[in-house]
Every structure is written in structure tokens, then in C-alpha cells.
């Protein structure tokens, strides 16, 4: 039962460039929105959310979109750096949090 | 500042072996508490989450339990490991409401 998906398992973006990440969701009962930060062997981090109530939220580098009515959400980091390269997770919460299965980002210098 | 730990950070175990990992949190009280778990090239997969002493949610019906003898303390156990008991285990804390989940460094169990 994938209640949210990442479709991209990976995605490569040139430094300075703009990264875009996508997640899709099917229950229209998640209210909150995460997206997290990982590297190998190590915990997830959380990066940034939305509530459902909003359709972006701007931190830094790093914005998140959210269209409900396409159960979508986004998040660009502008410029992209180097050191973003990691797997990044969506997620989506009501009761518990859910989690997508992840894309590879990969930043060239 | 609150704090998680996770316990140990790898593990090798037999098949049919039994298995315990701790989760303890410090500098927050009756967080909500969850497991997940990582297998090679997938997503996280939320196993168990707990809101208060004694009350735990499973999501997925397997070899595992969990359980919260304390307010802070969350543990994974199985009675008898399988092979694809193997993954990258991770415990996380929230506060109520919407909020986000802090992750604990994880635990690599392979079962050989």
C-alpha cells in the first residue's frame, strides 16, 4: 500500500542549477508535508514542510509546492550545491507518517 | 535539546536467533515513537508507532513486535530472525500534532 510515491529514483542536476523533486499521494486525508535529507547510514533529516493549508513554504535554498487538488508536491533547491547530493524522502502525515521510496539526487561540480 | 539513541549501530545475527534494539529519547516527555525500517534500495517502512506507555500500532504483520515499557523507551524484538528480517532499522521521535519526526542514526541488522 505505496500511499506516497517518488516516482524518480534518481535525478542528476549540474551545480547552480535548479533541482526539482516530485511526490505524489493518494490519501486525501494527509494534512502535513515533510520532505527529509539522508545519507548512507545515517537517520533521515528533516529538510522543510507545508501544512496542508498552504501551497509553498520557502526556506533558504529550499521551497516546497503543494497542490492538493493533484495530490502533489514539490521541492526545488536553487541553487543546487554539491553537497545536496543525498536521497531525499517525501512524506506525508495524518495519524502516522508515511514515507516515499526516495530519489537520488546527485549535484556535479 | 532533545535527543534520540539507537542501539547497536550493526548487528549480525543467525537465522533463528532472537532480537532486541533500543530506542531511548531524552529532553522531551510522552513523545509519539515510531519504527521503520529501510531494506536495500526501498523506502522507509513504518512498522510500529506508539503514542503512550503500553499502547503500540502495527502496520505490517510480520516477524517483529514492539513494545514501550517506559515513556521514552521504545523496543524492536523478534523471537526468532529471518533472512528478510535484514534492513537498515531506524527509531523516531515526534512531538503531538503535526510536527516532525527526529530520527535516531539506525541500526544495519543482517541476518546470515
Known amino acids: 500500500d505505496q500511499q506516497v510515491k517518488q516516482n524518480s529514483p534518481s535525478l542528476s542536476v549540474q551545480e547552480g542549477r535548479i533541482s526539482i523533486l516530485n511526490c505524489d499521494y493518494t490519501?486525501?486525508?494527509?494534512?502535513?508535508f515533510l520532505w527529509y535529507k539522508k545519507y548512507p547510514a545515517e537517520g533521515p533529516t528533516f529538510l522543510i514542510s507545508?501544512?496542508?493549508?498552504?501551497d509553498k513554504n520557502e526556506d533558504g535554498r529550499f521551497t516546497v509546492f503543494l497542490n492538493k487538488s493533484a495530490k502533489h508536491l514539490s521541492l526545488h533547491i536553487v541553487p543546487s550545491q554539491p553537497g545536496d547530493s543525498a536521497v531525499y524522502f517525501c512524506?506525508?502525515?495524518?495519524?502516522?507518517?508515511?514515507f516515499g521510496a526516495g530519489t537520488r539526487l546527485t549535484v556535479k561540480p | 535539546s532533545q535527543t534520540i539513541h539507537q542501539w547497536p549501530a550493526t548487528l549480525v545475527q543467525p537465522v533463528g536467533s532472537p532480537l532486541s534494539l533500543e530506542c531511548t529519547v531524552e529532553?522531551?516527555?510522552?513523545?509519539?515513537l515510531y519504527w521503520y525500517r529501510q531494506a536495500a534500495g526501498r523506502g522507509l517502512q513504518l512498522l510500529f508507532y506508539s503514542v503512550g506507555i503500553g499502547q503500540i500500532s502495527s502496520e505490517v504483520p510480520q516477524n517483529l513486535s514492539a513494545s514501550r515499557p517506559q515513556d521514552r523507551q521504545f523496543i524492536l524484538s523478534s523471537k526468532k530472525l529471518l533472512l528478510s528480517d535484514s534492513g537498515f532499522y531506524l527509531c523516531?521521535?515526534?512531538?503531538?500534532?503535526?510536527?516532525?519526526?527526529?530520527f535516531g542514526n539506525g541500526t544495519r541488522l543482517t541476518v546470515t
Open positions: 507545508i501544512s496542508s493549508i498552504k
Open positions: 529532553g522531551t516527555s510522552n513523545p509519539n
Open positions: 512524506a506525508a502525515s495524518y495519524n502516522d507518517m508515511r
Open positions: 523516531a521521535w515526534s512531538v503531538r500534532g503535526n510536527s516532525p519526526l527526529h
Open positions: 490519501n486525501s486525508m494527509f494534512d502535513y
